[in-house]
């Protein structure tokens, strides 16, 4: 394929395409932002590193090698949500810069990671095709990540075609380079990219093109569409396939097909199709890439063991079809994977996760919770994790190594309000495994733990629950479980509703607790002006109560579990949790009670 072997699209098609994207919301963001501070700020240069040491949330991960991209009017689709974030945060994210490469730190890295972990991503945020020394240095990445005896996964529009000895390097490490193509895309920019995929396959590289899919209305992108998908079977390429995502309000959403597009589960204000073309295009999005995924081997579709190689894929993206007849998993946790992990000098946020800076990290670990401190980074940090937690109900900060002493969470959680004991309990606890304690005591078992609200049992629960992990389980699981309870509450009939509200429980001291205190006596659910608070431990209700409450709490916790997402607490992980709002709970350690997971806990009155 080449560009004139699809069928062009209409000049006023391509009028209206340009249109959208120069008229995306992160060029308003921009200006909103340049009239109301002055100029945008530059973007940080920093330092290439791999995995959760270097900060980064996932451990198949590398840093971008440009911090920064495409320019507000230009970004992809008109829908990039990086942009989004850093324009509106203030920052120049079309100012390019390329960020300093350090082999040796690198390697230092690689050597640091989990044996398990076969793979490595280039980046998140950016596209390293804008100049030669990127593509040279990506090259160098993809050939350090083949030493350590990984496989290297590139994803590029190839915005500019690479120097030959870029190409000869990649191919050399065998890394695959995802080429991103659209019926959106211009026919010259769409023929550079054909022409990339055709001399990298060439060059003994495993070339995958990469269809960012939708489900069109509009019958010429509906067409030119198909017309790529033909073109990738008919020459054999290993192909992958994006369900792409697109804002309502994005102007390119009226060429969708309105029966065939779908809310997403997590970015709930846009639509999308899920994957259109499995059986064509097998490769599914990195998020749904084990970590014992280690390529493919040829690039030649016919001569790939897919038997083989999908035994490496999770499958959390669910196809059109799956999700058009109901049967879709819109709660596996692949479709919550969307890190952000382009470090903004203080920090990076994507709706409920933060990554900080290591520069931040160590600013926070030198802060003293009863002093005021003159960071501009940490006070950024604390706006962040206060208007979050105030909108979500909880919020995930990535990148802060563990202390023994726990400085860092006792910092944090003094901006939340006062760190409190409860019944005689350590200020901090440490949830790790434990033989000899009753089932109450959630914090000692390596089983599931049912969503509930802390401290359920006391006249006054805690207003927040701040976790910092020090270990993972070493075979995994140990996910925290979060459910918003309002979302849940707000599902129920009104009579339910009423249950929860105006029925009296009484909450029993847990067995594990060597204290003579009186029971909790209050409601599931009350109203707090305009809030819902909740606290819920059904598992310690002991008085009897009326079947209308027992359905309604019956009803209300199955809400909540089917809403429930799941977050991965890696080394360095820290989740604060609004109590009053939300439900939180753990998946099983899949070691058992020899589970090393190990994180320490503080309550906020």
Known sequence: MTANVVSPVSPETRRRIRAAIFGNPAVAL??????????????????????????????????????????????????????LMIFGRGYDFGDRKLNSFDPDRIRSDLAALDPQQRWIRQGWSSDVSFGDEAWNRVAALASLVAESGRHFVLLTKVFKAPPREALAGLAAARAEVRVSISAFDEDGPLTQRVKFLEAYR?????????????????????????????????????????????????????WLDPDRAFAHPKFTSQTWAGRLYPMELPLPAPPSLRPSYCGFGSGFASQVDWEQVSRAFDHGEPTFREISNGTADLSHPNLYRHGTIHLVPAHTSNTDEVT????????????????????????????????????????????????????????????????????????????????????????????????????AFVEQPPHFVVMHCARSDQRGGGDVLLSKASHSFDRLPVQLQDALRTTPVEVAIPAHIDRDAAPAHAFVAESMGAQLRIRLRADLLRKPSPDDFREALNQFCALARESAERVALAPGTLLVIDNWAALHGRTA???GMDSTRLCHRLLIA
């Open 589 to 591: 350690l899949q070691s």
């Open 30 to 83: 921009a200006k909103r932002t340049t009239q109301a501070g002055g100029p945008l700020h530059a973007m940080p240069i920093e330092t290439v590193g791999v995995g959760s040491r270097a900060g980064l949330p996932f451990e198949c991960l590398s840093t971008d090698l440009y911090s920064g991209c495409l320019p507000a009017g230009a970004i992809c689709y008109g829908n990039c949500q990086q942009a």
């Open 356 to 455: 900080v800076a290591p520069e931040l990290a160590t600013a926070l670990s030198q802060a003293l919770p009863d002093q005021p401190s003159d960071s501009g980074m940490i006070a950024s940090l604390r706006r962040e994790i206060e208007t979050t937690v105030a909108r979500r109900g909880w919020i995930v900060v990535r990148g802060i190594p563990y202390d023994p002493d726990d400085r860092t969470l006792l910092l944090i959680g003094s901006w939340l309000g006062h760190p409190t004991r409860y019944l005689d309990q350590p200020l901090v606890r440490s949830l790790e495994p434990a033989p000899g304690f009753p089932e109450t005591a959630y914090y000692a078992g390596a089983g599931n733990v049912e969503l509930h609200t802390d401290k």
């Open 202 to 254: 060439a060059a003994g590289g495993l070339a995958v093109p990469y269809l960012m899919s939708l489900e069109f209305a509009k019958p010429e992108l509906r067409t030119r569409q198909l017309e790529i998908l033909e073109w990738i079977t008919e020459n054999d390429y290993p192909g992958g396939e994006h369900p792409l995502r697109l804002e309502r309000t994005n102007a390119l959403s009226e």
